[in-house]
């Protein structure tokens, strides 16, 4: 069938109206009538080319809100009327070791990502900035009553993109959490931090968002463009959650951790870090990474939000307006997600 979307015709170009084709419902497939999709700032350095050499035309978008409006005749998790979300992946070989423990974003045969990657079929996924979205019943996650659609949609990637090392390194009562950056992924890992019980600090360049976070959920703000931040702060957390896109000064950071402390990276910067061999050593200190969460970890995040009435800082957007809003999103003037309304398509 054919959709509505919106797409970058070729690297770096703005994103404009097309047309594209979604597969017929299989067996096993669920047919979503896409509601919101939210802008993530991956979407963003995947249109310009940051990561590489892309399959243009591109349909970004893999923060999705919608309702089912079709099943396969195997799917039994999901009926007509349910409101769905889907995130990061759309599927995996769920049979490796990885996949068989939860971990399918890490699946060692490759997750299919929910756009610009090549699907099991050959054919190439295009994201959630259109009107309707075919996706195995395996991929798509339940989005509990009580949460607003346009607020969850970033929960599907900001959510458990904070979610998973959150818990992972068991962040909770007595821990001390510190969060580099407060923007898209920034203030939900401000809102889990809080909600799992942690102390929470923001580490932002300026104090212009103190305000935001402490009333998100922070103990403490400081700015990182101040150079007796990193020497006030020095040993003080247990577990950092670097969340910006941008390079960071490692070492700096890694001094901020107490012994046996964890620097984890969820932004994606376009270039290499630089790290001192000498900033791990002298405490047992740990650089990590983590990439999203698996299906089960997502539906927990997801009805975990709900409980604790977690939902991402939106602003709602037309269509029309997604060029102006990457702009924003360089630019900082976001507070804190943009999400599109995709009856504008």
């Known amino acids: 069938m054919k959709v509505n979307a919106y797409a970058a015709p070729q690297a770096g170009a703005p994103l404009a109206p097309t047309t594209i084709e979604r597969r017929a419902v299989g067996t096993n497939d669920v047919l979503i009538g896409i509601e919101y999709a939210g802008i993530c700032h991956s979407d963003i350095h995947t249109v310009n080319g940051d990561w590489g050499p892309q399959p243009f035309p591109l349909v970004p978008g893999h923060e999705i809100v919608g309702t ?12 007509v009327g349910d409101r769905v979300g889907v995130g990061c992946m759309v599927n995996a070989c ?10 399918e974003q890490y699946c060692l045969n490759g997750m299919v990502g929910t756009y610009a990657a090549t699907d099991r079929d050959g054919t190439t996924t295009q994201g959630g900035y259109s009107t309707d979205v075919v996706v195995d019943a395996d991929f798509v996650l339940s989005i ?48 889990i931090a809080h909600a799992l019980g942690a102390q929470v600090t923001v580490l932002s360049q300026s104090l212009k968002k103190q305000e935001d976070g402490l009333r998100l959920g922070a103990d403490h703000y400081y700015a990182t463009s101040d150079p007796d931040t990193f020497e006030a702060l020095e040993s003080s957390f247990d577990l950092i959650i670097n969340t910006v896109s941008a390079g960071i000064d490692v070492n700096a950071y890694l001094g901020l951790l107490a012994v046996d402390g964890t620097l984890v990276n969820v932004g994606a910067p ?21 990439m999203i969460g698996g ?50 398509i």
Request: charged share 20%.
């Open 94 to 103: 769920r049979e490796c070791a990885n996949c068989l423990r939860g971990d």
């Open 270 to 290: 376009p270039e290499p870090f630089q790290v001192d061999a000498m900033s791990l050593i002298g405490a047992r200190r740990s650089f990590a990474g983590s």
């Open 144 to 191: 509990p009553e009580g949460l607003d659609a346009a607020a969850a949609a970033p929960l599907l990637c900001a959510g458990i993109t904070t979610y998973t090392p959150l818990k992972h390194w068991d962040a909770g009562p007595g821990t001390r959490v510190a969060v580099v950056g407060l923007g898209g992924l920034g203030h939900m890992a401000v809102k």
């Open 295 to 344: 299906i089960a970890l997502t539906q927990e995040m997801l009805d975990f939000c709900a409980e604790h009435a977690i939902a991402s800082e939106v602003e709602v957007i037309t269509a029309d307006q997604v060029n102006e809003a990457y702009e924003r999103v360089l630019a900082s003037d976001v507070r804190y997600r943009f999400v599109i309304d995709t009856s504008t």
């Open 68 to 79: 089912v409006t079709e099943v396969g005749s195997e799917v039994t998790t999901h009926k």
